[in-house]
């Protein structure tokens, strides 16, 4: 075990000292193939650079949780922590007023590569240590204490996933009938009062204690027996008690804080980037499409009389109604004939219109919607208020779209759940969206909607 955490210290020390030291190296690099002279003054920005990237790397915990973190995480960390130095430096510089000291075309490359090499090490180490954990190398052994829900999901995920670097070598329960046939493939170590017992060896570097919510007393009694030992407790609670899996976590001031429901827009720089991504997509299709739209536009009036554009009510963000834009396919008044859930497939469309729905380009003027801020490119689907309140009695959760901007695509829509499909489903898979939201996410699912748009035709 001394071995292991040893290890662990040395490579988080080398990323230590990779961080500080890549971008005065990197800094050096530039100045000498542009024949910058290498002054005391570059040296310092270097210097300065390396130990600010440092501190938001450790900010925005870089060097903590690593052997779980993905590539991506990886590299939104360092993003985020470079930026944050960079933009470090440049306002100290405009406040000290030295910032003409320095060529901006050799601190612009500067920060660009900085960022790209910073990223590629992220990578490598990343590549080397997962390696390094499938083979075997400076694996944890962890013993699971209670095989309920919980302690079974940890076990699994351990096992189909050894590029974490886990090896559960015992697991522990005081119903050992259960235990054994739960888990064959693992050999039996006892009760938990056995556990306490082998802690003191050690046999495993890390104990998870998986017992319920109600054996408060039980997980005292080992956490006093295990304070006499030199092995690692972590206390994973029970969280598929109340469907708290993916919940997330808080502080405050040292109160750790479960949110059972939330939305990842409650921060203002999630609003934000949400905002710009939409900006910069629609801006950019409407410049592409806009020849489309003309036609289209041209289509409908030309098939049917009546106006180009048809609007209905929808229920957007936090509950909250709006105007819903899209091309015409129907003759018009015919849908206050008779307004039931689940037509759309036997709703009186005219011919041009019959076209345009089956191909989706009724939707296009959405991304007006989304230009004013009703709607963003990605999220769930809005549905008619009037429908809302029988929907939300029957299905759960389902008021829970709402904690989003609804979406012209979304992570339904691009798993084949469009339309009139299975609800529950689809809510499950919008319910995964907000749980699970990142720009990644988000860029993946516009992809993915390209992809199956560009196959379909």
């Given amino acids: 075990m001394l071995e292991i955490r040893q290890y662990r210290s040395q490579f988080i020390l080398v990323k230590r000292i990779v961080d500080a030291v890549m971008p ?91 960022l790209v090499l910073l990223s590629v090490f992220r990578v490598l180490s990343w590549m080397f240590m997962h390696y390094a954990f499938r083979t075997g190398m400076y694996t944890k052994k962890v013993a699971i204490a209670g095989i309920g ?46 556990l306490c017992v082998d802690a003191c060896e050690p046999i495993f570097d890390e104990l998870y204690l998986c017992l319920p919510i109600g054996a408060e007393s039980r997980i005292v009694s080992i956490m006093n027996k295990l304070s006499q030992t030199t092995v690692v407790v972590k206390y994973v609670p029970d969280l598929f008690a109340f469907e708290l899996l993916h919940a997330k976590w808080h502080d405050l001031k040292g109160l750790p804080i479960i ?49 180009i554009f048809y609007r209905q009510n929808r229920i957007g963000w936090n509950g909250k109604s709006f105007s819903i834009l899209k091309f015409r396919s129907m003759p018009v008044d015919i849908e206050n004939k008779k307004v039931e859930w689940g037509n759309a497939s036997r709703k009186t ?30 999220g769930p689907r809005p549905e008619r208020d009037i429908f809302i309140k029988k929907i939300s009695k029957e299905v759960p959760r389902y008021m829970q779209r709402h904690m989003v ?18 609800l529950n489903k689809r809510v499950k898979y919008d319910l995964y969206y907000i749980n699970n939201w990142t720009l990644l996410l988000d860029i993946k699912i516009i992809l993915s909607t390209l992809f199956k748009m560009s196959a379909k035709d």
């Avoid at 096992?159 to 493939?185: A, C, F, Q």
């Avoid at 409650?266 to 499409?289: T, W």
């Avoid at 469309?349 to 729905?357: A, D, L, P, S």
């Fill in 259 to 307: 949110s059972v429901y939330d939305t990842p827009m409650s921060s203002f720089s999630a609003r934000m980037l949400k905002r710009i991504e939409d900006l910069m997509v629609s801006i950019l299709i409407m410049l592409l499409i806009w020849p489309i739209m003309l036609l289209i536009a041209l289509g409908v009036k030309l098939s049917s009389p009546g106006p």
């Fill in 24 to 114: 005065i190296c990197v800094l050096y690099a530039v100045t000498n193939i542009y024949g910058i002279a290498w002054s005391d003054r570059y040296i310092l920005l270097g210097f300065v650079e390396g130990f600010i990237f440092m501190l938001s790397c450790q900010f925005f915990g870089a060097y903590e949780n690593w052997r779980a973190r993905s590539i991506q995480e990886s590299f939104q960390i360092t993003l985020k922590s470079w930026i944050v130095s960079v933009i470090f430096l440049i306002v100290v510089g405009f406040i000290l007023k030295r910032s003409y000291e320095y060529s901006r075309f050799v601190i612009g490359l500067w920060s660009i590569a900085s």
């Fill in 149 to 194: 829900k919980v302690g079974k999901y940890l076990i699994e995920l351990f096992n189909e996933n050894p590029s974490l670097g886990y090896k559960v070598v015992g697991v522990y329960d005081d119903d050992l009938d259960r235990k054994i046939t739960m888990n064959k493939m693992y050999e039996a170590h006892g009760n938990l009062d056995d």
């Fill in 405 to 422: 901007k609804a979406g012209i695509t979304g992570w339904a829509q691009v798993h084949g759940l469009r339309g009139d499909t299975c």
């Fill in 349 to 378: 469309t005219t011919k041009f219109g019959q076209f345009i729905r089956a191909t989706s380009l009724d939707e296009l003027p959405q991304f007006f919607n989304v230009l004013k801020g009703d709607m963003s490119i990605v």
